[in-house]
């Protein structure tokens, strides 16, 4: 099961770089900008079409200002499908001086122990029931 779940992590190649537009008003939580274009048929002109994304940031090691990389990732929460992979250019406090990013191997292994203790608790609570 474990080597599945790293196996499709490990598939996803589709990584976005953004700036960082907000950080430090939701806990583990930071809202990123990524750029984009959209086409006006009628006009014959693109404009700027931004998008924002909802970022899971393990050890709230972002500030406002940031360029970072980021990848899809297991839902954390009702919107937040992204995570971050990597500082590309910090802003103000030096990325050596913040609180380091998980790689994907110690996401994968946190997860994997979430989901062993829920396994655990669960058949501890269905052996409750029964008896």
Known sequence: ????????????????????????????TVKVRVGGQRWNKIINKWFADPKHYLVHDPNSSLRT???????????????????????????????????????LEERIAEREAQQAAKRERRARNEGEQKE
């Open 1 to 28: 099961m474990s080597s599945q779940v790293a196996k499709a992590a490990r598939r996803v190649t589709h990584e976005l770089h953004g700036i960082v537009v907000s950080a430090g008003l939701m806990q583990k």
């Open 65 to 103: 200002g940031d360029v970072v990389s980021i990848v899809p990732g297991w839902p954390t929460s009702k919107h937040k499908r992204h995570v971050v992979k990597k500082i590309i250019a910090p802003y103000g406090t030096p990325a050596e001086e913040r609180p380091p990013i998980p790689t």
